[in-house]
């Protein structure tokens, strides 16, 4: 089962290859993972995607909150989360397929970012289902080039987590 773990660390050089250093000993793939600061410029959320079982991906949330610049971490697999993904695609397109590639683009509600005389770029923002799916109606046109974000995630509601509150009026 694909497991999204959050996981708030100080933003300091080097948090970010011990992480994934600690997967990579234990022998777990990380399918994606996005990094990026927070609402408090000291602090970055990491989103982690891993393949595992519930006691297996336990173990590992307990070896990474042992290092000393995780503050948190959380897996958000059984909350009511809302998660994305950004993908920019690349693909031909000539005066015969562009209009059919603008609908598609137009149903899947994503934007054409870059135009030129031989291929259009295509960003589109979704669950990793949405993604797949304008990739799998583009792929017939020719995709040139594809580069995908990973998942983003965050628990639905009002509040940020307690203990992220606690951390950023430190």
């Given at each position: 089962m694909k497991h999204t773990l959050s996981i708030l660390?100080?933003?300091?050089?080097?948090?970010?290859?011990?992480?994934?250093?600690l997967f990579t000993r234990?022998?777990?793939?990380?399918?994606?993972?996005a990094v990026g600061t927070?609402?408090?410029?000291r602090i970055s959320r990491m989103t982690i995607v891993v393949e595992g079982d519930r006691r297996e991906v336990e173990q590992?949330?307990?070896?990474?909150?042992?290092?000393?610049e995780v503050l948190k971490v959380s897996d958000l697999t059984y909350d009511d989360m809302?998660?994305?993904?950004?993908?920019?695609?690349?693909?031909?397109?000539?005066?015969?397929?562009?209009?059919?590639i603008m609908q598609i683009v137009d149903i899947f509600r994503a934007k054409i970012v870059d135009?030129?005389?031989?291929?259009?770029?295509?960003?589109?923002?979704?669950?990793?289902?949405k993604v797949?799916?304008?990739?799998?109606?583009?792929?017939?046109?020719?995709i040139k080039e594809l580069a995908r974000t990973g998942k983003?995630?965050?628990?639905?509601?009002?509040?940020?987590?307690?203990s992220l509150r606690h951390i950023t009026s430190a």
């Open positions: 660390v100080q933003n300091q050089a080097g948090v970010l290859s011990r992480v994934a250093a234990r022998g777990y793939n990380i399918e994606s993972i927070t609402e408090d410029p590992i949330t307990k070896n990474v909150h042992k290092l000393i809302v998660a994305r993904e950004l993908a920019l695609i690349k693909v031909t397109a000539d005066s015969h397929n562009r209009s059919e135009v030129s005389e031989r291929s259009v770029i295509v960003e589109v923002t979704g669950d990793e289902g797949d799916a304008m990739i799998r109606m583009l792929r017939p046109h020719g983003i995630a965050m628990v639905r509601g009002s509040k940020p987590e307690p």
